[in-house]
């Protein structure tokens, strides 16, 4: 079982910066493409971006590639999603997630386990 544990969530204005991190437990981590989701309220969650396991890819949504960076550090078996000119409508509860499959890509990154979540607010 992997276990996903976000931090760094908080209340930033807009304009400002957070970063991410979510911890992985377990020694699997570097077999893992890694993403970030986030759900606003009263909207469906949406992806937000994914890195490969080794982290030579990445992909991000069109909404924050400009603004936000997904890293890892399998040595320590974490990921980090770097978040920059914060916008008001980025407020929502960010999601750490797994994909656990040997055969997944991170063109067809699609997650099997999934973090509790972390709160970020953006105060305009």
């Known amino acids: 079982q992997v276990q996903l544990v976000e931090s760094g969530g908080g209340l930033v204005q807009a304009g400002g910066s957070l970063r991410l991190s979510c911890a992985s437990s377990?020694?699997?981590?570097?077999?893992?493409?890694m993403g970030w989701f986030r759900q606003a309220p009263g909207k469906e969650r949406e992806f937000v971006a994914a890195?490969?396991?080794?982290?030579?890819?990445?992909v991000a949504a069109d909404s924050v590639k400009d603004r936000f960076t997904i890293s890892r550090d399998n040595g320590k078996n974490t990921v980090y999603l770097q978040m920059n000119s914060l916008k008001p409508e980025d407020r929502a509860v960010y999601y750490c997630?797994?994909?656990?499959?040997?055969?997944?890509?991170?063109?067809?990154?699609?997650?099997?386990?999934w973090g509790q979540g972390t709160q970020v607010t953006v105060s305009s």
């Open positions: 377990g020694r699997t981590f570097s077999r893992f493409h």
């Open positions: 890195i490969s396991r080794s982290g030579s890819g990445t």
């Open positions: 997630a797994a994909d656990a499959n040997v055969y997944s890509t991170i063109s067809n990154y699609s997650p099997d386990y």
